[in-house]
């Protein structure tokens, strides 16, 4: 049955490693409203996903995102008090770990135990849908051990699951848009075929997805486009009708801005087709979109027009890709640019025959990339002439190298290099410091529709 009273979708995360203090302000934010309401955290990214299931594979109950708990102790009361939902894509790749997590979240806060629902059928990495991805990828196909293999899952799932009384939806890789789409069909209750206010529904995810990109956060540039209070970013609430129109407001009292520009930067972020942005769920076309500011810090989106769900769904793979190697020292003083240089070629020649090496001197040539070492190669000056080269004028800097190599012995070679470059020389190195971590390669693909089975479980 549809509901004509608004709906209101705050988000309190835009990925991984987002701010743990975000959600307070928007959950209370929520409440002051009155209206029916649900909190979103995105975490999930394609690398972040792969990370998990490598988590996952050291540790069976890790493999979910791994602020969970700190994200969620400020709000679950309130949250659970106040009737306001929860959805998240925070179960990464063990949604079923995240949920015992919450439940013990809640026993340790000594709250009534939530009703948690966990999405199913996204994960494609075993045994049984391997002749399924060789189909789609053909050739592309990884030899090497794949890590993840998930498809995009889209809003259906998590409007059932709110229409069956869970508090808190926990998935894995679903669409970002589909985290506030599926509230919106729960609460509104549109046909899935409604494309024009489920395409509108997406956009308000699209705009919410990122957290305080749309709030002013990525937007900020000192001078050129300023934004007052960037310490204390509010994050974004969209305001949802019946039609699927938003507005897109933030908590009172924090900062950063929402204007046309911050919502304009967000609506067009990763959008590779502005007439045709494929989702799980609908095709949105935001050609004929209109965005207007209504009141300060509230801009409204209107306009945008749906078309019919693709009839496949992507998948994205990760697999085993060697590893990656990095090194940095610091050299600094007279002749600090030439003993760095000095230093690269000895690594260089150290290192040679294990592939090509990234050089970089950091704040140098780091930034803008010289992945061609033409700057690094070209003859510096005389350290005492009066050129006006800006290479001249370096007293401090940092020598970075990288390397990825399949093999990890090969790969260890360059961090005790670097390391050794203490005492072996140039003079004055300090600071070194080393990583080494497993490198993944990605490939994706489309895959019917139908062989994805999307479901959801209520936890006890």
């Not at 051990?145 to 498809?151: C, L």
Request: proline share 6%; charged share 20%.
């Amino acid at each position: 049955m549809a509901n004509n009273t608004h709906l209101r979708v705050g988000c309190a995360a835009g990925f991984s490693g987002d701010r743990t203090d975000a959600a307070l302000p928007v959950v209370q934010a929520l409440i002051a409203s009155g209206q029916p309401s649900v909190l979103i955290f995105e975490t999930l990214a394609e690398r972040t996903l792969a990370l998990a299931q490598l988590a996952r594979r050291t540790d069976p109950d890790a493999g979910y995102e791994p602020l969970l708990a700190d994200l969620l102790r400020p709000v679950l009361g309130l949250c659970l008090a106040h009737g306001v939902r929860i959805v998240s894509n925070f179960g990464a790749a063990n949604p079923h770990g995240a949920a015992r997590r919450i439940q013990a979240l809640a026993a340790e806060l000594g709250l009534a135990r939530p009703r948690i629902a966990v999405l199913q059928g996204d994960d494609l990495s075993g045994p049984a849908h391997r002749a399924l991805l060789q189909d789609a990828l053909g050739s592309a196909m990884p030899t090497e051990p794949i890590v993840s293999a998930n498809a995009y899952i889209g809003a259906q799932a998590i409007a059932d699951a709110l229409r069956a009384g869970a508090d808190i939806v926990v998935c894995g890789r679903v669409a970002d848009p589909s985290l506030v789409l599926g509230p919106a069909l729960a609460h509104y209750g549109w046909a899935l075929d409604d494309w024009d206010r489920l395409a509108r529904a997406t956009m308000a995810g699209h705009l919410l997805e990122c957290g305080a990109q749309v709030t002013g956060g990525y937007f900020a540039d000192p001078g050129y486009k300023d934004v007052p209070g960037l310490a204390q970013l509010g994050y974004p609430i969209a305001e949802i009708d019946a039609d699927g129109h938003c507005t897109i407001t933030k908590p009172p009292g924090t900062g950063g801005r929402i204007d046309e520009r911050t919502v304009k930067e967000q609506l067009l972020y990763e959008l590779h087709d502005p007439a045709a942005y494929l989702t799980p769920d609908v095709v949105a076309d935001i050609t004929r979109a209109r965005v207007q500011a209504v009141g300060p810090d509230a801009v409204r989106l209107t306009g945008v027009q749906g078309h019919a769900q693709p009839a496949t769904l992507k998948v994205n793979v990760c697999f085993e890709s060697g590893w990656f190697a990095e090194g940095e020292i610091s050299y600094a003083g007279p002749r600090a640019q030439a003993r760095a240089r000095l230093a690269g070629e000895v690594l260089r020649e150290r290192l040679a025959g294990l592939g090509p090496l990234r050089i970089d001197l950091i704040g140098v040539t780091s930034i803008f990339g010289d992945d061609t070492s033409r700057w690094l190669d070209a003859p510096a000056s005389d350290s005492n002439s009066n050129s006006g080269d800006a290479r001249n004028d370096v007293r401090d800097v940092r020598l970075r190298v990288a390397l990825q190599h399949r093999d990890h012995a090969s790969a260890q070679r360059l961090v005790r290099e670097v390391t050794a470059l203490y005492t072996c020389g140039p003079a004055g190195g300090g600071g070194v410091r080393t990583a080494m971590r497993p490198r993944l390669g990605t490939v994706s693909c489309l895959v019917p529709r139908d062989a994805v089975a999307v479901r959801f479980e209520m936890v006890d």
